[in-house]
């Protein structure tokens, strides 16, 4: 009985993420200027802070993780927000063995320069960027009326 029930399971759990792969999958397109704009925010990140004497950041695959679930969060909430923070710290706290952690959000920048300018304009973003941090986690994602929420997250090893 618990292997059918374990496989009436396994069944169950693979004919949802089928249909959701299908039913709920991004357009490719999307998903190729999301990963874009990830790829240049990290970038004008790692320019900014070698024109100021700070090491690059090296991506951190958790971080970058929890920066496209706190995106789906927003997005969902329709607002940007910090909104627990301390989940995803502690995430990075317990499994990175992070010393530090930070935090930048922003939505409806309609490109890399666009976000990175604005977060740069901001005492408390750019004292995140400028900070004493050795990776980071990038996320940008457009929602249905095609505005990017985008998330960065900071720790330091």
Excluded: P
Aim: with cysteine; net charge negative; charged share 25%.
């Amino acid at each position: 009985m618990k292997k059918f029930l374990s496989r009436t399971g396994l069944v169950l759990v693979f004919f949802t993420i089928l249909t959701c792969n299908i039913g709920c999958s991004k357009d490719n397109s999307d998903t190729d200027i999301e990963e874009e704009i990830t790829t240049t925010i990290l970038q004008l990140v790692n320019e900014h802070r070698l024109g100021i004497g700070k090491q690059v950041l090296e991506v951190s695959t958790l971080a970058e993780d929890l920066a496209k679930e706190h995106n789906i969060f927003m997005i969902s909430q329709g607002d940007i927000s910090h909104d627990n923070f301390d989940y995803r710290a502690d995430r990075l706290f317990d499994e990175e063995n992070a010393k530090g952690v930070g935090e930048n959000v922003a939505a409806k920048q309609k490109s890399a320069q666009d976000v990175m300018t604005d977060w740069l304009e901001s005492k408390g973003h750019r004292e995140n960027i400028e900070g004493d941090f050795t990776h980071i986690g990038i996320s940008a994602i457009k929602n249905e009326n095609g505005h990017y929420y985008y998330t960065q997250l900071f720790l330091k090893k």
